[in-house]
């Protein structure tokens, strides 16, 4: 039987710039686990990231509803990937975003899209370098909009463990 891709459609945009990790996590716990019913939640574990990335995925990998925790970090390989993956996100269909609606976090997103710039590195690895140059802004909003692609990685498929029956 095939495997179908799955559809990501962004239903909202949020951003706590300048806010402390520690002020965040309860934050992030109930937006994971009671507004939006997370199944999975890709965390940027770079530098300072990695420790919430870590309490994120204790907290939320425990109790009955347990949330699959993807921590990301970033070097040349990974992000260059990562661009690779978000573009065929976009250019297979399957990353709807949400109708323009006047707010300020969209102006910004739609901003940091218009203002990304990429390079093909030469050679084998066909690097793929891309960014908001510092001079026309951020690039936050935008990043986190290409981790959408790394749920990809994530195996979905039920599982079901079974003994041997001896002991």
Same mark, same amino acid.
């Given at each position: 039987?095939?495997?179908?891709?799955?559809?990501?459609?962004?239903? +909202?945009?949020?951003?706590?710039?300048?806010?402390?990790?520690?002020?965040?996590?309860?934050?992030?716990?109930?937006?994971?686990?009671?507004?939006?019913?997370?199944?999975?939640l890709?965390?940027?574990?770079t530098?300072?990231?990695?420790?919430?990335?870590?309490?994120?995925?204790?907290?939320?990998?425990?109790?009955?509803?347990?949330?699959?925790?993807?921590?990301?970090?970033?070097?040349?390989?990974?992000?260059?990937?990562?661009?690779?993956?978000?573009?065929?996100? #976009?250019?297979?269909? =399957?990353?709807?975003?949400?109708?323009? +609606?006047?707010?300020?976090?969209?102006?910004?997103?739609?901003?940091?899209?218009?203002?990304?710039?990429?390079?093909?590195?030469?050679?084998p690895?066909?690097?793929?370098?891309?960014?908001?140059?510092?001079?026309?802004?951020?690039?936050?909003?935008? #990043?986190?909009?290409?981790?959408?692609?790394?749920?990809?990685? #994530?195996?979905?498929?039920? =599982?079901?463990?079974?003994?041997?029956?001896?002991?």
């Amino acid at each position: 039987r095939g495997h179908e891709l799955p559809l990501y459609r962004v239903v +909202d945009r949020m951003a706590w710039t300048g806010a402390k990790h520690v002020a965040l996590h309860d934050q992030l716990v109930d937006l994971t686990r009671n507004v939006w019913k997370l199944s999975a939640l890709v965390v940027d574990a770079t530098g300072v990231g990695a420790g919430l990335a870590s309490f994120l995925a204790d907290q939320l990998g425990r109790g009955p509803r347990k949330v699959i925790v993807s921590p990301f970090l970033f070097n040349r390989k990974t992000k260059s990937d990562l661009g690779w993956a978000f573009l065929g996100l #976009i250019d297979g269909g =399957r990353i709807k975003e949400y109708a323009d +609606d006047g707010a300020d976090i969209t102006r910004i997103y739609r901003h940091q899209l218009a203002a990304c710039t990429y390079e093909v590195l030469p050679g084998p690895g066909k690097l793929l370098r891309w960014s908001v140059p510092a001079s026309r802004g951020h690039d936050d909003l935008l #990043i986190s909009a290409a981790l959408t692609a790394r749920l990809d990685q #994530i195996d979905w498929r039920d =599982r079901t463990s079974r003994g041997s029956g001896q002991s």
